[in-house]
């Protein structure tokens, strides 16, 4: 009996998508007999029923581009906003689903998506996933596929900010991706050479990031790279929270709690978090250090572009693997890198779990054994 597979893809755009999309799609097609449906721009596109048939011909030619050919949108099935309304449309989505006659619907995404697409597993639909995310900070898999080439456009960037800082002697502060996890902004900061790196794992003390910088100025070395996740926090920002939280705290300190929620959700960021931002700690190092300071914002560059080798390889074999459980009729399961092969996850053991650096992860290590101060 021929399987009917629809797709989508959800949360933020990662490079890498389109080469799951045709690994999965082809392999349904070519391999398994297999008729395969792309619904547009995410969790909206089901509920909206606009679809886009996936055969050979929309699967050829896209392995090498970024974003996705089905678009996406960060919609939840049971929060859509609807005119001025958000609305719970998961009862029109499960009826789309069946319309359609699916045996399953792969959705490709982060975190959100994951629970989005759990939301409907405990609808009744059946359901496989896959990891993608530049951000790398889905639990339960090795690597997520985007976190690869993000990594290159912030190294490639940290690498030409180098000349820039050295030749003008100032400090830059880039800040790198990564929602609340500190992975792009490590990984990209060891292999650009960052002279220092914050992430939210290890909340910051300025003073320590300026006593760095400044005994590189000692050493000769007038220039600093301070490549900051945006979600990084310092260690005052960690005490409000913490006492924005505890019930003995200021129970009137509204401020507080508002910035709590700030920093929670929007981290860093310049214009974002009531910290300031980069901006903010890009001034209080000028000031701490008297060297000259600039910002620099990679933003959605990070995302932007044609995935990398690593990237296509990974979303392959994870599409691939993707359009084998389903003929096997294995559901309910994210598709998930483990060494050189690919595990199966349960969805249930993947939703609402972050994963973040480790303390002891062997790159915190490394880090710290070539010099670079982690603001602590
Ligand atoms: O999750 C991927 C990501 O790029 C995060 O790194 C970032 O915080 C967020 O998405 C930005 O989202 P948007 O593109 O919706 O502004």
Redesign the pocket.
Same mark, same amino acid.
Request: a neutral charge; aromatic letters at 0%.
């Given at each position: 009996m021929t399987k009917y597979v629809g797709v989508l893809t959800a949360?933020?755009d990662?490079p890498g998508l389109n080469a799951a999309l045709r690994g999965a799609g082809k392999a349904a097609l070519g391999r398994f007999g297999m008729q395969v449906i792309g619904f547009r721009d995410g969790f909206r596109g089901l509920m909206e029923n606009r679809t886009v048939r996936l055969d050979e011909t929309a699967l050829s030619g896209i392995l090498t581009l970024g974003g996705t050919i089905l678009g996406t949108s /960060?919609d939840k099935p049971h929060r859509m906003p609807i005119g001025n309304s958000v609305l719970d449309m998961t009862e029109l989505i499960v009826d789309n689903y069946c319309k359609h006659h699916l045996d399953v619907l792969v959705c490709m995404g982060?975190g959100g998506t994951q629970k989005n697409a759990y939301h409907l597993l405990q609808h009744g639909l059946n359901i496989v996933t896959l990891p993608k995310?530049?951000?790398n900070d889905l639990a339960m898999t090795d690597v997520t596929f985007g976190f690869d080439t993000a990594l290159g456009i912030a190294t490639e960037a940290i690498d030409r900010l180098h000349s820039t800082a050295h030749s003008h002697h100032r400090i830059i502060v880039v800040e790198i991706?990564? +929602?609340k996890t500190g992975w792009?902004a490590l990984g990209s900061g060891i292999a650009g050479g960052a002279d220092v790196i914050l992430i939210p794992e290890i909340p910051y003390d300025i003073e320590k990031v300026a006593e760095a910088i400044l005994q590189r100025s000692r050493g000769g070395k007038r220039f600093s790279i301070v490549a900051v996740a945006?979600g990084a926090i310092s260690n005052d920002q960690v005490e409000l929270v913490d006492s924005a939280e505890s019930p003995s705290g200021n129970p009137d300190n509204a401020a507080a709690k508002k910035h709590k929620k700030t920093i929670a959700s929007e981290?860093n960021g310049l214009d974002r978090g009531a910290n300031g931002g980069i901006l903010h700690l890009a001034r209080r190092l000028e000031e701490l250090t008297s060297l000259e300071s600039r910002i620099t914002m990679l933003g +959605?560059l990070? /995302?932007g572009g044609a995935p990398s080798a690593t990237d296509r390889l990974l979303a392959t074999r994870l599409g691939t693997a993707c359009a084998a459980l389903i003929d096997q009729g294995v559901y309910g399961v994210m598709v998930a890198a483990r060494g050189e092969g690919v595990d199966v996850v349960p969805l249930k053991d993947v939703v609402g779990k972050r994963k973040t650096v480790p303390l002891d992860h062997p790159w915190i290590e490394s880090a710290r054994s070539v010099g670079t101060s982690l603001g602590d």
């Open positions: 949360g933020g990662s /960060r982060g995310t530049i951000d991706m990564g +929602h792009l945006e981290g +959605h990070q /995302r």
